[in-house]
């Protein structure tokens, strides 16, 4: 990590001002590091203590500067530049992924040469020694992009399979409100006692929806190992359900899911509720606000050979049909996203039911 007070004089800098940009870039790409490295633009160093955020004033676009780059440096170098509020604030941060080396100029810019690999020793940039970079082009050999390998499992851990046999509900009227059968009280009972206990009115309402996710339930979870010799920091999948037969389908995070409604109500009930909803996993996310949902699941830096375990997903379609799963690994070492696709095929029928027949079904199933 590199800190840097000022913007750089980019927009309307000399070649010596530019140069400075690109010298900072190569170093850092040529670091010896095992991770994902940063310049942070707006911050004054002040190590041991933290840095303090004095904010940049002029704004550079991403594509210029990846155009200015990679028009100079060998072989292409994958990074990324972002700008951001900070406590009120413009910060900008230049992140470069760790990625084979050693990078070079194919010609003499400003203040740097040309064929010269640079490289950042502690908090200064000097010029790599011929056995030095011939080491770092040793040790990435075979790098590349991290290699990971991603399964899909059930919530038994077993590998998912590609077909399902479901039923799916559909309510032909809204539900009533649930209410118990009371005894005739006479005149020597006792006061009735109105405590914690309260009828859940919404108690066949809330079965019939329990009931429906239930039956048409796809609950999975990914498990993403990385099979290379690097570590990847940062990874995340993003996952998206396309129901190629027009069936209407849905994403939910497996601790969305609603637990086996009770008839009566009890202030011990809400109580755990807001336990549970206050431990919800933070990791995994299903993103509703565009035109496709996104379910968006962060798995951490992962160690070479290390595995990580998402929480469940919910895919819950409403129909049988072909779905087509599609998901994107990103990760901090990765220059693009890897992206595979797995289908589902589910079966089985529809079956409409009204408020009698939900609960001649519902009462068979126990009987059984």
Known sequence: MDFKSAQYRFNSGTEADKSELLKDILAIANSWRE?????????????????????????????????????????????????????????????????????????????????????????STDEAEPVET??????????????????LMTPENKELPSTFAHTYLQFTEEFPDFERPRKPRSPFDPPEFVGLDRDNRDFWREYGEYTRLNQALIALRFVLINRSNVQLSNSKLEVTVEAMDSQPVQMLAGSDLPDEPKPTWNISNHLYLQEVLAKKDVNLKVDESGRTPICHIRLGSLLPGEQARSELLAILPQAPGRLRLGVRVLGGELTTPIEEEHLIETTGKVLSLDFEGYKKSLFAERGR
């Open 35 to 123: 991770g994902t490295c940063y310049i942070l633009l707006g911050f004054k160093d002040q190590r041991p203590h933290p840095a303090e955020v004095v904010g940049i004033q002029d704004s550079i676009d991403d594509s210029r500067i990846q155009q200015f780059v990679n028009s100079k440096v060998k072989p292409k170098l994958t990074f990324r530049y972002e700008e951001h509020l900070y406590e009120e604030r413009t910060v900008g941060i230049i992140i470069i992924p760790k990625q084979k080396r050693p990078f070079y100029l194919a010609s003499a810019y400003g203040k740097l040469k040309s064929n010269v690999v640079y490289v950042r020793r502690g908090s």
């Open 134 to 151: 011939i080491a770092m082009a040793n040790e990435d050999t075979g790098h590349g992009n991290p290699k990971v390998e991603l399964v």
